[in-house]
């Protein structure tokens, strides 16, 4: 699997424009000839760089300067290119793609099974259909099993089925009326990544976290209230991703996720986050965007490896006295709260390159953020802040963007 993703992100590179100047380079190409031992770029150094060079020449050089993982993730970061900007939470995920949307897949079942030793990806679209053909036990070599749009009202027997697929990796059921997991699902010990978008799913099976080689889950868009008390047994998770669900805290055992890289939870009912919420060490994501969130707790700041915190649209009047802590945080999000304030702590963040915290109530920002070293981008409410501070912010450091919103 480890090198279908690498292949992926190869792909990537050579999606992405190249160089104006120079049409013959590709993405590859262009960051095999930018050195790694540059902590900044000099104004003289871009002179005769691409708008995608000096982008990949600055990322490089902030990964330098970051905590990595304690492992070696299979879920890589997105390729540093022209649209990976660091400075902004919407644009530095994770780079995951489990489906492999970018892979030739196989779109009828008897067209695999015609082929049943090559067959590796299968995507199925059949309105109403209410169980997998019996025939998909044929394929030994079946990857990737993407389904969109059935009607699976007992899907037990349909996981006996997946379980005779020895190289199965990732598992898609979007959109399959799916109410509830069968407690066999422990049977499919094969599977690294489970996506379950856009069904009905109220309550997952306390079995769901005996994959012990589960890697990436995603339940977008259900109406779950809750995660298994025992989620902490998925010792190898990376990401987790329940956006649009309404659960309103994480399981304490949360903090027992020891490779938890990345948590996409928007749009829930989060009030609170669990005690045990710092003990993930290699945590380097999250998006908490429109919940209910009015204070975080004091382990939060024990995220040495926290680089994006989305924040935003929650009822946050203040941060932790020793935010500071999080000293790989690079971008801060904390749009449409309750701030009166400026939240000093941020000038501490020796890091960060962008905050944005406009639809708050904060009516002057401090000019010491001009003396924050890499400081990138502010995002602001245009309505608030006076524009005397903006043109004396400007005078002092005309290298950080102001964005009035």
């Given amino acids: ?10 792909i990537s590179f050579l999606l ?15 960051i095999a000839n930018i050195t790694d031992n540059e902590d900044t770029i000099k104004d003289e150094d871009t002179t005769n760089l691409s708008s995608t060079e000096k982008a990949i020449k600055k990322n ?3 990964d330098k300067r970051l905590i990595p993982p304690t492992f070696e993730s299979k879920l890589p970061w997105h390729p540093a290119g022209e649209r990976h900007n660091y400075s902004m939470p919407d644009f530095n995920r994770i780079f995951i793609n489990p489906y492999l949307k970018f892979v030739e897949f196989t779109f009828s079942i008897s067209e695999a099974v015609e082929d049943s030793l090559s067959t590796k990806n299968l995507f199925l679209k059949e309105k109403g259909t209410t169980k997998l053909p019996d025939d998909i036990i044929k394929l030994k070599n079946l990857e990737r099993l993407t389904v969109v749009g059935a009607n699976f009202s007992d899907f037990s027997k349909d996981i006996e089925k997946l379980a005779q697929l020895p190289n199965l990796k990732a598992l898609s059921l979007k959109s399959c009326n799916i109410t509830s997991l069968p407690s066999n699902i422990n049977l499919l010990q094969q599977v690294e990544a489970i996506g379950l978008n856009f069904n009905n799913i109220r309550v997952l099976p306390n079995e769901i ?5 589960l890697v990436y889950i995603s339940l977008l868009n259900n109406p779950l209230y809750k995660l298994p008390d025992n989620i902490g047994n998925l010792k190898n998770l990376e990401v987790l991703e329940v956006g649009g669900t309404k659960i309103s805290t994480f399981p304490e055992s949360i903090g027992d996720c020891d490779r938890l890289l990345h948590i996409t939870a928007n749009a829930c009912r989060l009030e609170k986050l669990p005690e045990s ?7 380097m994501d999250f998006n908490f965007g429109y919940n209910k969130i009015k204070e975080l707790p004091n382990t939060f700041v024990n995220l040495p ?13 203040s941060l932790p006295e020793n935010f500071a802590k999080l000293e790989n945080l690079i971008t801060c999000n904390l749009n449409d709260n309750l701030f009166t304030e400026f939240p000093m702590q941020l000038l501490e963040l020796k ?8 639809k708050n109530q904060i009516k002057y920002i401090p000019l010491q953020v001009t003396e924050m070293k890499y400081m990138d981008q502010i995002i602001f409410d245009s309505v608030d802040i006076r ?14 963007r102001l964005w009035k919103h």
């Fill in 277 to 283: 919420f710092g003990d993930m060490e290699n945590l």
């Fill in 16 to 30: 992405q424009s190249c160089d104006t100047n120079n049409s013959t380079q590709n993405e590859s190409q262009l």
């Fill in 209 to 213: 976290c005996e994959l012990k080689n």
């Fill in 305 to 317: 490896r926290l680089r994006i915190a989305d924040l935003g649209g929650n009822k946050l009047k």
């Fill in 1 to 10: 699997m480890k090198n279908i993703f690498i292949l992926l992100i190869l």
């Fill in 351 to 358: 890091n960060l390159l962008g905050m944005s915290f406009n």
């Fill in 387 to 400: 524009q005397s501070n903006l043109d004396s912010i400007a005078v002092l450091n005309p290298n950080i």
């Fill in 60 to 62: 490089k050089a902030l």
